[in-house]
T-cell receptor, first 113, second 114 residues
Framework: KQEVTQIPAALSVPEGENLVLNCSFTDSAIYNLQWFRQDPGKGLTSLLLIQSSQREQTSGRLNASLDKSSGRSTLYIAASQPGDSATYLCAVFMFGANSKLTFGKGITLSVRP | KAGVTQTPRYLIKTRGQQVTLSCSPISGHRSVSWYQQTPGQGLQFLFEYFSETQRNKGNFPGRFSGRQFSNSRSEMNVSTLELGDSALYLC?????????????FGAGTRLSVL
């Protein structure tokens, strides 16, 4: 059974810091991994999707890496801003008899001005 | 292009009642997935529909059911509501296999069971 872990559950940093958010998963037979952002009381916004054959994806100040063999992914946020404050979730997708997205519980990030 | 629309945004029900939630996917998307989000369990997969057929189902009791119409709109029904069903219910649409491609989420329906 696939399990996705995100530690720590919460993080508070001053504005301008470069951040690394970690995600680990137990079954390396994934098809892809996605990072999402969720603002309070809102739905999820997809930030980056990394296919299993890729090592990283970049979008603006965000960079996500994937090491499938070790079951790890990181989301790097450069020059953090207060507007980056949100919960960041990673999710892995596996094909199979019960293909679905399996989510971590998320990291709640607070960027202090 | 309009995003994923979920209605209603908020619902208050009492134990034993039933509820129906609606999800309109992005135009052209044929896959709709439903998730339950609670503080304790996080996001849990309920089911996925593709071209009016349920393709996958999560580990939820039979009180949770859904369907998809020919225009790809989907509904989720919960019968005999329990207090523990209080949650944010999210639907997501994608162009192909749910999760194999980018999933676009709606804002969710917040269900409170009293």
């Amino acid at each position: 059974k696939q399990e996705v872990t995100q530690i720590p559950a919460a993080l508070s940093v001053p504005e301008g810091e470069n951040l690394v958010l970690n995600c680990s998963f137990t079954d390396s037979a994934i098809y892809n991994l996605q990072w999402f952002r969720q603002d309070p009381g809102k739905g999820l916004t997809s930030l980056l999707l990394i296919q299993s054959s890729q090592r990283e994806q970049t979008s603006g100040r965000l960079n996500a890496s994937l090491d499938k063999s070790s079951g790890r992914s990181t989301l790097y946020i450069a020059a953090s801003q207060p507007g980056d404050s949100a919960t960041y979730l990673c999710a892995v997708f596996m094909f199979g008899a019960n293909s679905k997205l399996t989510f971590g519980k998320g990291i709640t990030l607070s960027v202090r001005p | 292009k309009a995003g994923v629309t979920q209605t209603p945004r908020y619902l208050i029900k009492t134990r034993g009642q039933q509820v129906t939630l609606s999800c309109s996917p992005i135009s052209g998307h044929r896959s709709v997935s439903w998730y339950q989000q609670t503080p304790g369990q996080g996001l849990q997969f309920l089911f996925e529909y593709f071209s009016e057929t349920q393709r996958n189902k999560g580990n939820f009791p039979g009180r949770f059911s859904g369907r998809q119409f020919s225009n790809s709109r989907s509904e989720m029904n919960v019968s005999t509501l329990e207090l523990g069903d209080s949650a944010l219910y999210l639907c997501a649409s994608s162009s192909m296999d749910g999760g194999a491609n980018i999933q676009y989420f709606g804002a969710g329906t917040r269900l409170s069971v009293l």
